[in-house]
């Protein structure tokens, strides 16, 4: 991984409290690189684009249950370099603002190749905007998955279909259906430990058998997510 990719602007240290939630007290920060994409988003299109304007399209999320993130892509078929990334988001600043640095990162110094582009993660998005508060860390997986769904896009209209990538999910509880992808996005709403996930899950409660597997998952997601 390319460390310009996530070193491009120093990390700010955060003094002041941006929000304090009435309920539980808890105290976010936003770093100046948030607060100025959100003000001043790069890349935002928004109104839908002419047909054949873009080679992919990519969109997740659901107006009804929060974010709605998409992007549109044009990409260099010679290079595989994205030469422009476009997007319109619908949700909180941090989905905007992670969203808009994501933009930047995919398309700077020439664009990144796909498999470039590929290689930023998550916890890559968060740096570059110098840290979300912990509530906040899933908008910076929605930009992931949202680009994710138009690589593959592209793969499938220049048949490609080698290369689409498939994310699947595992049933760890059966007794409740409970998945990984359900364990997953539990870490991501901040349940760091078994106690945690429980209390929004109940997974394996009924199923003791399970509890190793379930704290393996939560330890590889806690370290995907939080480092």
Known sequence: MDETIISKKEIPQQTEVDVVNQFTGERWYYSDIVKDH?????????KDPAEGEFDAYG??????????????????SESTRIKD???????????IAATS?????????GGRTIDE????KPQHIMERLGGLP??????????????HKAINDYFRKTGQFDKIMVAGSKVIDPKLNI???DIEEAVLEGAVDLDGVQKKLKVGI????IITEVEQLIRFYKEKYYG
């Open 38 to 46: 959100f003000f001043n988003p790069r890349n935002l299109l928004l």
């Open 59 to 76: 969109m997740v999320g659901s107006p009804a249950c929060g974010d709605v993130m998409t992007v549109w892509l044009k990409i260099d």
């Open 85 to 95: 990334l476009r997007w319109r988001t619908f949700g909180c600043g941090s989905a």
């Open 101 to 109: 640095i994501f933009s930047v990162m995919v398309t700077e110094d």
């Open 117 to 120: 582009a590929l290689g930023i």
């Open 134 to 147: 912990n509530r906040k860390i899933h908008c910076s997986v929605l930009v992931d998955k949202a680009f």
């Open 179 to 181: 998945t990984d992808k």
């Open 206 to 209: 009924g199923s003791p058998e």
